[in-house]
């Protein structure tokens, strides 16, 4: 049982390449979130999908796109980066019902130069 | 959407002390409140949580308090030791989960 898994662990990117973060979970969760953590701003949502084929954005989804392929499976694009998207990013999944905790992945660390 | 803000954003005890954190949230929907310590470079991980239908909750030296009615809930720490040291995130969940913006703990031995 691994949780939530997210590749890359690492990546540079130079402004205007695009790139896809891939997160899976085995919990067999309905709910998944993207999340980035930048100094000081805590952790803030970019999407959140309540259950397989449905998205829907957060605090912060511009310059994203997501994709939720399945139940195990959500991903993260950006389509093209900017170095405002310099940060550390976090997949999580839960359980829908509420009194449930947010379980995370190990995150990605993404730099634009 | 919910907004949860977290006080204070630094804070500094020395060892055997105990430690405050306190979180106020705008959604009165919201009824699940976890706390999650995070280690340097290291994903959140759960360390005690309350829902909105208890108004207190405590597991060794950690403990919760949930007023409803004002909206606001807080993490007490006590008998604080060195390894407490790391940033601690409050968040609120009535569909989404919504995060604090975190408090760095640094425990002096």
């Known amino acids: 049982n691994a949780g939530v898994t997210q590749t890359p662990k690492f990546q540079v990117l130079k402004t205007g390449q695009s790139m896809t973060l891939q997160c899976a979970q085995d919990?067999?969760?309905?709910?998944m979130y993207w999340y980035r953590q930048d100094p000081g701003m805590g952790l803030r949502l970019i999407y959140y999908s309540a259950s397989e084929g449905t998205t829907d954005k957060g605090e912060v989804p511009n310059g994203y796109n997501v994709s939720r392929l399945n139940k195990r499976e959500f991903s993260l694009r950006l389509e093209s980066a900017a170095p405002s998207q310099t940060s550390v990013y976090f997949c999580a999944s839960s359980e829908s019902r509420s009194g449930n905790t947010i379980y995370f992945g190990e995150g990605s660390w993404l730099t634009v130069v | 959407g919910e907004n949860v803000e977290q006080h204070p954003s630094t804070l500094s005890v020395q060892e055997g002390d105990s430690a405050v954190i306190k979180c106020t949230y705008s959604d009165s929907a919201s009824n699940y409140f976890p706390w999650y310590k995070q280690e340097l470079g290291k994903r959140p991980q759960l360390i005690i949580d309350i829902r909105s239908n208890v108004g207190e909750k405590k597991d060794q030296r950690i403990a919760v308090t949930l007023n409803k009615t004002a909206k606001h809930f807080s993490l007490h720490i006590t008998e604080t030791q060195p390894e407490d040291s790391a940033v601690y995130f409050c968040a609120a969940r009535e569909n989404k989960f919504y995060f604090g913006s975190g408090t760095k703990l640094n425990v002096k031995p």
């Open positions: 919990m067999n969760h309905n709910s």
